[in-house]
């Protein structure tokens, strides 16, 4: 008897649920990981929003980063539970499309975040930083800093990793436009003839590889003067393996991210220049995007000029140089996550 | 009658509903080589074991030279004086016949690398080593600190009956030495056994090879069921008549004295 | 005794003199080679090390032969050569150990926090950063030995255990380099330098050496050493030879974690920072080593010092075909394969009837 009354009032509850879920809309949040504070400061943004529209937010992430398997789970999830709409940041951008698709044809729309799906237009929309303008800023930020030096200039760039993925080859690509190097075909580095530069190497993206990568590249040339880094951490990595060879006051790092303790290090001069996005930006604009499909089936529009909505990038420097704009260490601070 | 250096008194292992030793009693004189033998299933090993220490009765009671003790681990055996040689030898084939021979009881230096350091003293230990396989006559070994991996089966059980002789002062066990061993090395084996009888220490000997049952032993204990059936002496009795008994085709009308 | 039992007699009157001569009957170069190897597992991976420090030598000239290039070798392999020596006392009890980099990381975390979230002074933060991970170490022991629950589950849950407390206890925040320089410099003690004649060497490159011949001294000649090649020998063999199976296993976990810690330390003075997300792989790339190095995944068989070499001939690869300019691809490539050669080099010694 008391398990009837358990399992009817079960029962009731679940359908109370299911009626609640059909007014009230559902997003979810696939990051790559739970961990990196990037994806941290998105899921605040996402939850910060879909509080106030009052939206049922539910959150997903890979393992580690290249966890394919688990985002593709949590997108089969987010269909079962009937979710309005999706936001993803894909670890794998073109494996992930036929997934996408599925979502789609069962009525949700799927808003790619930071990095853009390929094909770009798998997704309704993407909204995430233009990380071919941040790479063009540090760039043009390094060679107005150097001035007439630019031309002998002797570059190591610290990469990603070696699959080259999107967003490191437009990092890398652009810091090279803003520099005033020929960059070939622009969807992959390593083709370029430039005398200037030292060579690539991969960091992971963290300390470890940051160090090993200009250790490697220190070793191909100690004259390195210019060190274009995938991001702040790899940047950190690299200025202690030019501390130890006591380089450090004399070559330029700049970097993508603008993470808090990477604003911290331009600060204290490890990083001279670095470009800050807005993660939380992405995300709150995500989920607006998403309650205004499920108001009245409305999608975002691109930028124009661009096919994905831009979230801004900001150059971060305390030595600004003119003709690139620029703010001051203590705005990147107010505006850095993690 | 002198004292049995090892004896028993309805020892009991029952594991779950299968009793394995059922009121078992046990004697091994002083200088004998006391033969054990029954069917596969009878309880040997277990009562061996019983006897060593790696497995506790559940009932029962041990002495040694007429004292009890209480066996809990194989080490307490040991310790006692009860050195057993097992089926499967409990050797480390990566391992020299030095390190195998003074597994678990190493010299250490002496000195303060010894004391602190805990340095071994290898050239003690190969010295004692060597020492013990000349006595048992395995006296052209060449090399000590070869690994046990090298040498032939034969020669591993001669260093492993060597090892029991060296540190057993009281009682060697061996199960089924020449079991896995072809005729010419299980003589040598037979032979060494005579050798360290020799040298006063009784051995009990586990084995289903009735010739060489028939050829070392001064008594034959044959089990059955989980206990003692009889003791026979097998100057008196043929091999038939022991397998007779042991497999309960034949009841001893005329026991000897448990 | 009855005469169908005389069988042999005819090996009873001609006795074989010559049974128990354990003198070595192979001979030729081949099984004197084969002999040579069993002896001193670790000679493969040191002339295979020697022989690709010459081959890249030849290649690239000064650039790579240099004290530096050289010493820069010591210093990037240097966290995994650490963690490599718990590794293989691991391997060498038979059992794998899937949770050394994140003990090694969350050693390095532990540390990190100890000082600056509860502003617990260095040396004291150190030490707990260092049994924190014997704390590790001696779970994976319990589970292992007491539990009888095989090594490789144990390490794979506790991996993911451990590596998800270092996430949610460090909130993936990275200290930094600078703020440790100002208030906490012990923690980058291990990455202290001296030079010499333009060889570079840090505190944790020499920590590393010393360990790996400490180790090795003592696996050779002490019980304990002994008795850690008889556990992964084989375990039961001996417990009843006298061993105290349990004692050894915590023991060498225990140890284990320990060296982890003194890896996370290491791991600090490298990075400068302390940063919970480094060190993620170096449970495989540890393991690789141990397998280059000789040390036979069956346990009980190879020397310590092959993980050093094993570790010191992948960081040769890595810097020699770097600076080649060849697709860093390729190391992975050359890695792989000198794996699997490891490995049957390993099964051709093995098999003493060769």
């Known amino acids: 008897m008391r398990y009837a009354t358990a399992i009817s009032a079960l029962a009731l509850a679940v359908a109370g649920n299911t009626a609640m879920a059909q007014d009230q809309t559902t997003a979810c949040l696939i990051t790559k990981t739970d961990t990196n504070p990037f994806f941290v400061k998105m899921r605040e943004g996402a939850q910060q929003k879909a509080d106030e529209l009052g939206i049922e937010l539910m959150n997903f992430a890979g393992q580690y980063d290249g966890d394919h398997e688990t985002q593709a789970q949590a997108i089969e999830t987010c269909i079962a539970a009937g979710a309005d709409g999706i936001l993803l940041l894909a670890s794998d951008t073109s494996s992930i499309v036929s997934s996408v698709e599925q979502a789609q044809e069962a009525g949700a729309i799927v808003i790619a975040l930071d990095t853009p799906l390929s094909p770009a237009d798998a997704a309704d929309a993407t909204f995430a930083t233009d990380n071919f303008r941040a790479g063009e800023l540090i760039g043009q930020w390094a060679a107005a800093k150097l001035g007439d030096e630019a031309e002998n200039a002797r570059i190591a760039f610290l990469d990603l990793n070696v699959s080259q993925p999107t967003v490191g080859v437009l990092r890398d690509q652009g810091f090279m436009q803003g520099f005033g190097i020929d960059i070939k075909d622009p969807a992959r580095y390593g083709d370029e003839d430039d005398p200037r530069i030292v060579g690539h190497d991969v960091t992971q993206g963290n300390e470890e590889g940051g160090r090993r990568a200009m250790e490697n590249l220190l070793a191909q040339d100690p004259n390195i003067n210019v060190v274009y880094t995938i991001n702040e951490p790899a940047a950190a990595g690299a200025y202690e393996a030019l501390d130890a060879l006591g380089r450090a006051g004399d070559v330029m790092i700049v970097s993508v991210d603008g993470g808090c303790p990477g604003v911290q290090n331009i600060r204290d001069g490890v990083i001279g220049a670095t470009a800050q996005q807005y993660p939380l930006d992405m995300a709150s604009l995500g989920i607006e995007a998403i309650h205004q499909y499920a108001q009245d089936g409305t999608l975002p529009q691109p930028t124009e000029g661009k096919d994905f909505f831009d979230t801004g990038v900001e150059l971060v420097t305390n030595e600004p140089v003119e003709g690139v704009a620029s703010i001051t260490v203590d705005e990147g601070m107010e505006r850095c996550w993690g | 009658m002198t004292q049995p250096v090892l004896s028993a008194k309805n020892l009991t292992k029952r594991y779950g509903k299968v009793t394995a030793l059922d009121q078992c009693d046990f004697e091994l004189y002083p200088g004998e080589i006391l033969a054990v033998i029954g069917d596969n299933g009878a309880g040997k090993s277990t009562l061996i074991k019983a006897l060593s220490g790696a497995v506790p009765p559940d009932e029962g009671e041990v002495f040694v030279e007429g004292k009890q003790v209480n066996f809990t681990s194989p080490n307490d055996g040991r310790m006692a004086g009860i050195e057993t040689v097992y089926q499967t030898l409990a050797m480390s084939p990566a391992l020299s016949i030095t390190d195998n021979m003074f597994m678990g009881r190493e010299i250490r230096k002496k000195g303060f690398m010894g004391k602190y350091l805990r340095q071994l003293d290898r050239k003690a230990m190969e010295d004692f080593a060597r020492q013990k396989l000349s006595d048992l006559g395995l006296m052209t070994i060449q090399n000590i600190t070869q690994p046990v991996e090298t040498l032939s089966g034969g020669q591993r059980q001669g260093v492993a009956v060597a090892r029991a002789a060296a540190f057993g002062s009281k009682v060697i066990i061996l199960d089924e030495p020449t079991a896995a061993l072809g005729v010419k090395e299980s003589r040598r084996v037979l032979e060494l056994i005579q050798d360290v009888k020799k040298r006063g220490i009784p051995i009990i000997l586990i084995s289903h090879n009735m010739p060489h049952v028939f050829e070392l032993a001064d008594r034959v204990h044959i089990h059955r069921l989980g206990r003692r059936l009889c003791v026979i002496d097998p100057k008196k009795y043929s091999m038939s008549d022991a397998v007779a008994f042991m497999t309960g085709a034949k009841e001893p009308d005329e026991v000897e004295a448990a | ?354």
């Open chain 3, 1 to 354: 005794m009855s005469h169908d039992d005389a069988y042999e007699d005819i090996v009873k009157t001609r006795r074989e003199e010559s049974f128990a001569a354990f003198d070595s009957r192979r001979k030729g170069l081949l099984h004197r080679v084969h002999d040579v190897l069993h002896g001193n597992p670790a000679l493969v991976p040191l002339i295979v090390l020697l022989a690709s420090i010459v081959v890249f030598g030849l290649l690239l000239g000064s650039r790579f032969f240099s004290p530096f290039a050289l010493t820069l070798i010591l210093q990037q392999v240097q966290i995994v050569g650490i963690v490599a020596a718990a590794q293989s006392l691991i391997i060498l009890t038979a059992g794998i150990d899937l949770s050394v980099g994140a003990i090694t990381v969350i050693s390095s975390v532990v540390m990190g926090q100890f000082a600056f979230r509860y502003g617990i002074p260095p040396f004291i933060a150190v030490i707990c950063g260092l049994a924190f991970g014997t704390l590790c170490g001696a779970l994976n022991g319990l589970l292992v030995s007491k539990m009888k629950l095989p090594p490789f589950i144990v390490t794979l849950g506790t991996w993911q255990v451990i590596l998800a407390s270092n996430y949610l206890y460090s909130r993936n925040e990275t200290i930094r380099s600078q703020d440790i320089e100002a208030s906490a410099p012990l923690l980058q003690f291990m990455g202290r330098r001296f030079e010499v004649a333009g060889a570079v060497f840090t505190l944790g490159v020499v920590f590393m050496i010393l360990l790996m011949l400490v180790l090795a001294w003592a696996l050779k000649n002490t019980a304990w050493g002994r008795h850690v090649y008889a556990v992964g020998d084989d375990a039961e063999a001996a417990a009843l030879s006298g061993v105290n199976v349990h004692r050894t296993l915590m023991s060498v976990y225990m140890l284990s974690g320990l060296i982890c810690g003194f890896a996370g330390w290491a791991l600090i003075g490298r990075l400068g920072a302390v940063s919970p997300t480094s060190a993620y792989e170096a449970n495989i790339e540890s393991i690789t080593a141990v397998v280059i190095g000789g040390i036979s995944l069956f346990g009980g068989r190879g020397s310590i010092l092959g993980a050093l070499f094993g570790a010191l001939i992948v960081g040769v690869f890595s810097l020699g075909l770097r600076l080649l300019g060849a697709d860093a691809q390729w190391t992975y490539f050359f890695i792989g394969v000198l794996i699997i050669v490891a490995v049957a080099v390993d099964q051709w010694i093995r098999k003493v009837s060769a």
